[in-house]
């Protein structure tokens, strides 16, 4: 079982950066996929990125183009998620994903991070 710790989310005004990281740990890592998830109060967990560790091919939510980039560290088994331009609408926890989807984007997700709050004040 591969385990999922995010870190580097807190509040931060509008216009600001984040800069959040996932450790990945537990059995070697073999998955296709890292993605970065996030869920507000109230609504549905919605997709913001993903990277494919072979190729380091991303994949970006449209709502999060040109503001987020993820990125790799292979030889950490960490991905990073950099936000900048931060916006209220960004508040919300954000979870790290590992997939063993072959598809890309992958369609499924295996194993979850704990979460991180982001918060964006106005």
């Known amino acids: 079982q591969v385990q999922l710790v995010e870190s580097g989310g807190g509040l931060v005004q509008a216009g600001g950066s984040l800069r959040l990281s996932c450790a990945a740990s537990g059995r070697t890592f073999s998955g296709y996929a890292m993605g970065w998830f996030r869920q507000a109060p109230g609504k549905e967990r919605e997709f913001v990125a993903a990277?494919?560790?072979?190729?380091?091919?991303?994949y970006y939510a449209d709502s999060v183009k040109g503001r987020f980039t993820i990125s790799r560290d292979n030889a950490k088994n960490t991905v990073h998620l950099q936000m900048n331009s931060l916006k209220p609408e960004d508040t919300a926890v954000y979870y790290c994903a590992a997939s063993w989807d072959s598809k890309w984007p992958p369609l499924t997700y295996n194993s979850w991070g704990q979460g991180t709050q982001v918060t964006v004040s106005s």
């Open positions: 990277i494919r560790w072979g190729g380091g091919f991303t």
